[in-house]
């Protein structure tokens, strides 16, 4: 297999990086000078459960991609996703897959080019993180799902999960949209734990803070339902059990399971992002959620009025602070 994976950030470069050290021609491309020129000069250095290995792989800027190729993985924030499409598509064989390794729901701009036979959604259970240019890290085996939005398979789709099953556990499903938004709803969590410089022990200590939690996981939950999805569970709860219709008993219920799991040291991504004056992709995940409310005719105050502060807070026009939460709760009346 030829592939091209568009990101050698922690996804691209642990998943790549496997497919590489397992004999497959992949090139990387990423605009990070530093992390280009540190995968140049020293290799692609991965660390997993099994043991940390380095690959020398070719990696590239976006203007020096040449040949063509059997597979692109799309590995970029959401934000990029249109960018990276016209960048990579010109370089792929006419039978390519292209499989979408990102947040949020972006099947459907893979489909608007390539077609549904050829564009996969990728479910992704690893948590990972870059530790310096040219090094990515991540402490779980992982857990993949892949999959058409029609909920049909192909002989393309079963080799591309052969591949991938052979470097990490893979498997295919007939409901990869589902497994998705259910992966938004932790997504969406991530910038509702990232109003304070704080964790979720802090910021969602009290009866009152969870059950404002309950409220926002019940809009998104109820919006994913709405949209046709079938969520499948997660390690850390089943999204429909925080479906608004389920009685708050029940679901606050949930919160306190999930809550005995926090850590006092455990600050959510977006937060770091924000510290780090990284570029979110909240427009492009729960910015989804809120349009498909809009689009749906529900009402969604707490995911509208989120999405609001957290490109406040980006573009600094807000400061993170408890306070955020108590503004948030208000806009429930």
């Known amino acids: 297999m030829h592939a091209i994976v568009m990101g050698a950030g922690p996804i691209g470069g642990i998943i790549g990086g496997r497919l590489a050290r397992d004999g497959h021609d992949v090139t990387f491309v990423d605009v990070d000078r530093e992390h280009v020129a540190a995968i140049r000069r020293h ?6 459960p099994d043991g940390p290995f380095n690959v020398k792989a070719n990696v590239v800027f976006p203007d020096e991609i040449e040949g063509a190729f059997d597979t692109a993985f799309i590995a970029v924030r959401c934000n990029y996703t249109r960018d990276t499409l016209e960048t990579v598509l010109p370089h792929l064989n006419e039978d390519a897959l292209v499989v979408s390794m990102q947040n ?7 489909e608007e080019a390539v077609g549904a036979d050829r564009s996969v959604g990728m479910g992704i259970r690893m948590g990972s993180r870059r530790v ?5 890290h991540t402490a779980t085996r992982g ?13 393309a789709l079963e080799q591309l999960n052969a591949m991938l099953d052979a470097v990490i556990p893979s498997e ?3 409901n990869i949209l589902g497994v998705l938004w259910s992966k938004l709803t932790y997504t969406c969590f991530g910038y509702y734990g990232s109003l304070a410089n704080t964790s979720m022990v802090e910021s969602c200590a009290g009866p009152d803070d969870r059950r404002l939690l309950v409220d926002f996981f019940g809009e998104v939950v109820a919006v994913g339902t709405a949209a046709g999805a079938r969520f499948i569970p997660l390690a850390e709860y089943d999204p429909p059990e925080l479906h608004p219709d389920k009685p708050v008993e029940a679901r606050m219920a949930v ?10 040291d455990d600050l959510k991504g977006p937060l770091r992002q924000l510290l780090n004056g990284t570029r979110l992709e909240v427009e492009f995940t729960l910015g989804h959620v809120v349009r498909e409310s809009a689009r749906l005719g529900l009402s969604t105050p707490l995911c509208d009025n989120l999405l609001a502060m957290m490109l406040e807070l980006e573009s600094g026009k807000r400061r993170l602070g408890l306070d955020n939460y108590a503004e948030l709760a208000a806009c429930r009346t």
Do not use: F
């Open 143 to 155: 857990h993949l799902y892949i999959g058409h939005s029609h909920g049909g398979t192909t002989e």
């Open 132 to 136: 310096a240019p040219g090094h990515v």
């Open 255 to 264: 919160v306190h399971h999930y809550a005995e799991s926090w850590r006092s």
């Open 104 to 110: 949020g729901i972006n099947v459907p701009l893979l």
């Open 172 to 174: 295919i499903t007939d």
């Open 43 to 48: 290799g692609l250095q991965v660390d997993v």
